[in-house]
T-cell receptor, first 113, second 115 residues
């Protein structure tokens, strides 16, 4: 049972463009939604995270948009750069529920020059 | 560098064997998490320990077991290995047992290949 659905599976964006990755969840008990970035041969690293009491969070070129009623959230990467080429995972967890992360299936982003 | 260390980096073994993966959390972190990453299953939570005690369990097979020692390092034991156990195994650590802003920091992983 996949509780967090992520799309697209892969994405190619031109340098300077906007990359958008979408996730949808089923379990309404989730209350913490992080995005992780993973480079080949490395472990996932936290990029940005949001809680459902806000609809948007921005950190530099990275923005999370959150729609609680639709049970969806998305990552926007503005002014995408070749160095952003990586695999991005959305995730969800329940505070106090052991903090285990339920991950989406990942999106391979390639930013072309 | 996240501060989480995992050894070994690579492990190649045969079916039916038993292996131990080791993880040292970031200094000051009390929680350790184990995740499995495979092509067909993605990133899956296996188990969490907090200050030596099992805190949460995920899709961990009965052939797999883990523990966290008094010095807070953790070991994941995989036994009666099958071809399907080939995967990347990640350890992550966090300060607390889980709460507001309790970020999980991932190690570089151990790549297990079962032949």
């Amino acid at each position: 049972q996949q509780q967090v659905k992520q799309s697209p599976q892969s994405l190619i964006v031109q340098k300077g463009g906007i990359s958008i990755i979408n996730c949808a969840y089923e379990n309404t008990a989730f209350d913490y939604f992080p995005w992780y970035q993973q480079f080949p041969g490395k472990g996932p690293a936290l990029l940005i995270a949001i809680r459902p009491d806000v609809s948007e969070k921005k950190e530099g070129r990275f923005t999370i948009s959150f729609n609680k009623s639709a049970k969806q959230f998305s990552l926007h990467i503005m002014d995408s750069q070749p160095g952003d080429s990586a695999t991005y995972f959305c995730a969800a967890s329940i505070t106090g529920g052991g903090n285990k992360l339920t991950f989406g299936t990942g999106t391979q982003l390639k930013v072309e020059l | 560098d996240s501060g989480v260390t995992q050894t070994p980096k690579h492990l190649i073994t045969a079916t039916g064997q038993r292996v131990t993966l080791r993880c040292s959390p970031r200094s000051g972190d009390l929680s350790v998490y184990w995740y499995q990453q495979s092509l067909d299953q993605g990133l899956q939570f296996l188990i969490q320990y907090y200050n030596g005690e099992e805190r949460a369990k995920g899709n961990i097979l009965e052939r797999f077991s883990a523990q966290q020692f008094p010095d807070l390092h953790s070991e994941l034991n995989l036994s009666s290995l099958e071809l399907g156990d080939s995967a990347l195994y990640f350890c992550a650590s966090s300060v607390a047992a889980g709460g507001n802003g309790d970020t999980q920091y991932f190690g570089p992983g151990t790549r297990l290949t079962v032949l």
